[in-house]
Protein backbone atom coordinates (compact mmCIF):
# COMPACT_ATOMS: atom_id res chain seq x y z
CA UNK A 1 0.00 0.00 0.00
CA UNK A 2 0.88 3.88 0.28
CA UNK A 3 3.19 5.23 2.59
CA UNK A 4 3.35 8.50 3.88
CA UNK A 5 3.63 11.07 1.00
CA UNK A 6 5.54 14.50 1.70
CA UNK A 7 4.65 17.29 -0.81
CA UNK A 8 7.58 19.36 -2.11
CA UNK A 9 9.90 17.28 -1.97
CA UNK A 10 12.18 20.49 -2.22
CA UNK A 11 11.07 24.47 -1.11
CA UNK A 12 13.33 26.82 -1.78
CA UNK A 13 12.33 30.70 -0.02
CA UNK A 14 13.48 33.65 0.71
CA UNK A 15 13.92 34.99 4.53
CA UNK A 16 10.51 36.28 5.67
CA UNK A 17 8.26 34.10 3.70
CA UNK A 18 5.69 31.99 4.51
CA UNK A 19 5.92 28.36 3.44
CA UNK A 20 3.54 25.49 3.64
CA UNK A 21 4.33 21.92 3.93
CA UNK A 22 1.72 18.66 3.40
CA UNK A 23 1.70 15.45 4.75
CA UNK A 24 -0.57 12.79 3.66
CA UNK A 25 0.03 9.88 6.23
CA UNK A 26 -1.08 6.29 5.56
CA UNK A 27 -4.54 5.44 5.12
CA UNK A 28 -6.49 4.59 8.69
CA UNK A 29 -3.59 5.72 10.61
CA UNK A 30 -5.12 8.11 13.88
CA UNK A 31 -1.96 9.63 14.52
CA UNK A 32 0.56 11.81 12.56
CA UNK A 33 3.73 13.35 13.66
CA UNK A 34 5.90 16.21 12.54
CA UNK A 35 10.18 16.03 12.91
CA UNK A 36 12.49 18.42 11.37
CA UNK A 37 16.58 16.75 10.90
CA UNK A 38 18.83 19.22 10.62
CA UNK A 39 22.75 19.44 10.91
CA UNK A 40 23.10 21.09 14.22
CA UNK A 41 19.55 19.97 15.95
CA UNK A 42 19.86 16.27 14.73
CA UNK A 43 15.86 14.96 14.40
CA UNK A 44 13.66 16.94 16.59
CA UNK A 45 10.08 16.66 17.53
CA UNK A 46 7.84 19.31 16.48
CA UNK A 47 4.30 18.28 16.75
CA UNK A 48 1.72 15.14 16.97
CA UNK A 49 -2.22 15.01 16.50
CA UNK A 50 -4.23 12.04 17.79
CA UNK A 51 -7.63 11.37 16.53
CA UNK A 52 -9.74 14.64 17.23
CA UNK A 53 -7.75 15.59 20.27
CA UNK A 54 -5.86 18.38 20.65
CA UNK A 55 -2.01 18.12 19.26
CA UNK A 56 1.03 18.10 21.53
CA UNK A 57 2.77 21.10 19.63
CA UNK A 58 5.64 20.99 22.76
CA UNK A 59 8.50 20.60 20.42
CA UNK A 60 7.32 23.72 17.86
CA UNK A 61 10.32 25.89 18.48
CA UNK A 62 8.33 29.54 17.76
CA UNK A 63 5.31 30.96 17.42
CA UNK A 64 6.43 31.28 13.82
CA UNK A 65 5.67 27.69 13.53
CA UNK A 66 1.97 26.13 13.56
CA UNK A 67 0.27 23.17 11.79
CA UNK A 68 -3.09 21.70 11.61
CA UNK A 69 -4.85 18.19 10.10
CA UNK A 70 -8.46 18.36 8.66
CA UNK A 71 -10.72 15.65 8.36
CA UNK A 72 -8.20 13.88 10.58
CA UNK A 73 -6.18 12.59 7.40
CA UNK A 74 -3.90 15.28 5.79
CA UNK A 75 -1.61 17.86 7.56
CA UNK A 76 -0.09 21.04 6.70
CA UNK A 77 2.84 22.31 8.62
CA UNK A 78 3.31 26.27 8.26
CA UNK A 79 6.40 28.56 8.98
CA UNK A 80 5.73 32.59 8.57
CA UNK A 81 8.27 34.64 8.50
CA UNK A 82 10.99 32.13 7.55
CA UNK A 83 14.84 32.79 8.77
CA UNK A 84 17.40 31.05 7.66
CA UNK A 85 17.54 28.58 10.96
CA UNK A 86 14.33 27.07 9.70
CA UNK A 87 16.73 25.10 6.68
CA UNK A 88 16.53 21.77 7.55
CA UNK A 89 14.36 18.49 5.91
CA UNK A 90 10.90 18.05 7.44
CA UNK A 91 9.87 14.58 8.03
CA UNK A 92 6.37 13.45 8.61
CA UNK A 93 5.54 10.18 10.04
CA UNK A 94 2.29 8.34 10.85
CA UNK A 95 0.69 5.12 12.97
CA UNK A 96 -2.17 3.10 13.58
CA UNK A 97 -2.61 5.00 17.39
CA UNK A 98 -1.10 7.19 19.70
CA UNK A 99 -1.56 5.76 22.94
CA UNK A 100 0.46 2.42 22.41
CA UNK A 101 4.27 3.06 23.14
CA UNK A 102 5.31 0.26 20.97
CA UNK A 103 3.41 1.27 17.56
CA UNK A 104 5.86 2.26 14.59
CA UNK A 105 5.84 5.50 13.23
CA UNK A 106 6.06 5.70 9.00
CA UNK A 107 8.44 8.05 7.70
CA UNK A 108 7.29 9.89 4.81
CA UNK A 109 10.39 11.12 2.69
CA UNK A 110 11.08 14.45 4.28
CA UNK A 111 10.72 18.18 2.06
CA UNK A 112 13.79 19.90 1.90
CA UNK A 113 13.83 23.63 3.04
CA UNK A 114 16.28 25.91 2.08
CA UNK A 115 15.79 29.64 3.54
CA UNK A 116 18.29 31.81 1.34
CA UNK B 1 14.36 13.77 31.38
CA UNK B 2 14.72 10.91 29.13
CA UNK B 3 17.55 11.12 26.80
CA UNK B 4 19.18 9.05 24.17
CA UNK B 5 23.25 9.12 23.57
CA UNK B 6 24.86 7.10 20.95
CA UNK B 7 28.56 7.14 21.48
CA UNK B 8 29.98 7.19 18.60
CA UNK B 9 29.46 9.46 15.71
CA UNK B 10 31.02 7.25 12.77
CA UNK B 11 31.76 3.66 12.85
CA UNK B 12 33.74 2.01 9.80
CA UNK B 13 34.04 -1.71 9.42
CA UNK B 14 35.13 -4.19 6.43
CA UNK B 15 32.54 -5.93 4.65
CA UNK B 16 32.08 -9.77 6.15
CA UNK B 17 33.37 -7.96 10.02
CA UNK B 18 30.75 -7.67 12.76
CA UNK B 19 29.02 -4.21 13.53
CA UNK B 20 28.42 -2.76 17.25
CA UNK B 21 26.50 0.44 17.41
CA UNK B 22 26.11 1.52 21.12
CA UNK B 23 23.54 3.57 22.43
CA UNK B 24 22.56 4.52 25.85
CA UNK B 25 19.50 5.53 27.45
CA UNK B 26 18.17 7.34 30.24
CA UNK B 27 14.38 6.90 31.41
CA UNK B 28 12.44 7.32 34.68
CA UNK B 29 9.94 4.83 33.45
CA UNK B 30 10.26 0.85 31.57
CA UNK B 31 11.79 2.58 28.16
CA UNK B 32 9.86 1.56 24.60
CA UNK B 33 13.37 1.75 22.51
CA UNK B 34 13.64 1.44 18.60
CA UNK B 35 16.72 1.40 16.28
CA UNK B 36 15.66 3.12 12.77
CA UNK B 37 18.14 3.26 9.61
CA UNK B 38 18.39 6.03 6.97
CA UNK B 39 20.00 5.36 3.84
CA UNK B 40 20.62 7.92 1.79
CA UNK B 41 18.23 10.35 0.58
CA UNK B 42 16.02 7.69 1.88
CA UNK B 43 13.06 7.96 4.87
CA UNK B 44 13.39 6.61 7.75
CA UNK B 45 12.90 3.02 8.23
CA UNK B 46 12.58 0.99 11.17
CA UNK B 47 15.02 -1.79 12.06
CA UNK B 48 13.78 -3.25 15.12
CA UNK B 49 12.34 -2.23 18.45
CA UNK B 50 11.98 -3.49 21.85
CA UNK B 51 9.11 -4.44 23.67
CA UNK B 52 9.86 -5.93 27.02
CA UNK B 53 8.92 -9.06 25.96
CA UNK B 54 12.49 -10.19 25.10
CA UNK B 55 15.70 -8.55 25.93
CA UNK B 56 17.12 -9.66 22.69
CA UNK B 57 15.20 -8.39 19.77
CA UNK B 58 15.72 -9.47 16.00
CA UNK B 59 14.98 -7.03 13.34
CA UNK B 60 15.34 -6.96 9.67
CA UNK B 61 18.85 -7.82 7.30
CA UNK B 62 20.43 -9.68 10.40
CA UNK B 63 20.39 -7.02 12.84
CA UNK B 64 19.51 -7.34 16.30
CA UNK B 65 19.90 -5.41 19.51
CA UNK B 66 20.16 -6.36 23.19
CA UNK B 67 18.36 -4.61 25.69
CA UNK B 68 20.33 -4.16 29.49
CA UNK B 69 18.81 -2.71 32.02
CA UNK B 70 21.55 -2.78 34.79
CA UNK B 71 23.66 -0.82 31.79
CA UNK B 72 20.85 1.27 30.23
CA UNK B 73 22.00 0.29 26.98
CA UNK B 74 20.44 -0.91 23.68
CA UNK B 75 23.32 -1.58 21.73
CA UNK B 76 22.98 -2.99 18.01
CA UNK B 77 24.58 -5.38 16.48
CA UNK B 78 24.76 -7.35 13.15
CA UNK B 79 27.58 -10.35 12.77
CA UNK B 80 28.53 -9.95 9.32
CA UNK B 81 28.59 -6.41 7.27
CA UNK B 82 27.40 -6.30 4.20
CA UNK B 83 28.15 -2.70 1.67
CA UNK B 84 24.17 -2.05 1.81
CA UNK B 85 23.99 -1.35 5.45
CA UNK B 86 25.94 1.68 4.76
CA UNK B 87 23.90 4.17 6.33
CA UNK B 88 23.03 6.39 9.09
CA UNK B 89 21.81 4.68 12.38
CA UNK B 90 19.77 6.40 15.10
CA UNK B 91 18.80 4.95 18.65
CA UNK B 92 15.60 6.31 19.74
CA UNK B 93 13.10 6.61 22.79
CA UNK B 94 9.43 6.70 22.59
CA UNK B 95 7.94 9.44 25.06
CA UNK B 96 4.60 8.89 24.84
CA UNK B 97 4.21 8.87 21.36
CA UNK B 98 7.20 11.12 21.13
CA UNK B 99 10.54 10.13 19.63
CA UNK B 100 13.39 11.17 21.14
CA UNK B 101 16.17 10.33 18.53
CA UNK B 102 20.30 9.79 19.65
CA UNK B 103 22.57 11.99 16.93
CA UNK B 104 23.10 9.55 14.97
CA UNK B 105 25.80 6.82 14.20
CA UNK B 106 27.12 6.95 10.31
CA UNK B 107 28.01 3.10 8.85
CA UNK B 108 30.93 2.72 6.72
CA UNK B 109 31.48 -0.38 4.77
CA UNK B 110 34.43 -1.02 3.43
CA UNK B 111 35.11 -3.51 0.30
Known amino acids: GAGVSQSPSNKVTEKGKDVELRCDPISGHTALYWYRQSLGQGLEFLIYFQGNSAPDKSGLPSDRFSAERTGGSVSTLTIQRTQQEDSAVYLC??????????????FGPGTRLTVL | AQSVTQLDSHVSVSEGTPVLLRCNYS??????LFWYVQHPNKGLQLLLK??????LVKGINGFEAEFKKSETSFHLTKPSAHMSDAAEYFCVLNQGGKLIFGQGTELSVKP
Open chain 1, 93 to 106: ASSLTQAGSYNEQF
Open chain 2, 27 to 32: SSYSPS
Open chain 2, 50 to 55: YTSAAT
